[in-house]
């Protein structure tokens, strides 16, 4: 099976960096996804990672170490629109015998404060 | 226009009623997902299927049932409709390429109220 496991909460202040940590373990690792989700709205996708190290992309970067199950999505000069919930997921080829489905974390709401 | 599409976007019903939840998408995906969210539990697969031949039950598939009516359109039927049901219910699809491409992208939501 597939565990997953980011903080509840975190705060941060406007143009400061925060980073949000997600912890995973499954048997059949094929990938690592970040969603950015607005309350009451659909996810959206921000981030893949399926080999170790650090994807940029703008003011959103992500890292992915395979061996310690760990990412983490880093978020420069935040702004006041990304006050949001961050949703972790992990993508496994043997997840029900079917390949390549999700499971998801229960998300991090980041606050962002003046 | 909106890629994925849901309706309706809010429901409210009552106890044992029968409720029918759609999604279209423009996208061309083959894959198409039903997930229901409550607060503190993230996303929960409900029923996923691959192309229109194919259904599968996802992680929590009890009271639900789903049709692939065509490759744009998946739906969700609560045959009796409980109040533990209420949630918030999202539509995804993917294309079959696998690595980034399949990634997954989701409708508004429908925020169901089961009285």
């Known amino acids: 099976g597939q565990n997953i496991d980011q903080p509840t909460e975190m705060t941060a202040t406007e143009g400061a960096i925060v980073q949000i940590n997600c912890t995973y373990q499954t048997s059949g690792f094929n990938g690592l996804f970040w969603y950015q989700q607005h309350a009451g709205e659909a996810p959206t996708f921000l981030s893949y990672n399926v080999l170790d190290g650090l994807e940029e992309k703008g003011r959103f970067s992500s890292f992915l170490s395979r061996s310690k199950g760990y990412s983490y999505l880093l978020l420069k000069e935040l702004q006041m629109k990304d006050s949001a919930s961050y949703l972790c997921?992990?993508?496994?080829?043997?997840?029900?015998?079917?390949?390549?489905?999700?499971?998801f974390g229960g998300g991090t709401r980041l606050m962002v404060k003046p | 226009d909106a890629d994925v599409t849901q309706t309706p976007r809010n429901r409210i019903t009552k106890t044992g009623k029968r409720i029918m939840l759609e999604c279209s998408q423009t996208k061309g995906h083959d894959r198409m997902y039903w997930y229901r969210q409550d607060p503190g539990l993230g996303l929960r697969l409900i029923y996923y299927?691959?192309?229109?031949?194919?259904?599968n039950k996802g992680e929590i598939s009890d009271g639900y049932s789903v049709s692939r009516q065509a490759q744009a359109k998946f739906s969700l039927s609560l045959e009796s409709a409980i109040p533990n049901q209420t949630a918030l219910y999202f539509c995804?699809?993917?294309?079959?390429?696998?690595?980034?491409?399949?990634?997954?992208?989701f409708g508004p939501g429908t925020r169901l109220t089961v009285l």
């Open positions: 997921a992990v993508r496994d080829h043997l997840y029900n015998n079917a390949g390549n489905m999700l499971t």
């Open positions: 995804a699809t993917s294309d079959a390429s696998g690595g980034s491409a399949d990634t997954q992208y």
């Open positions: 299927s691959f192309d229109v031949k194919d259904i």
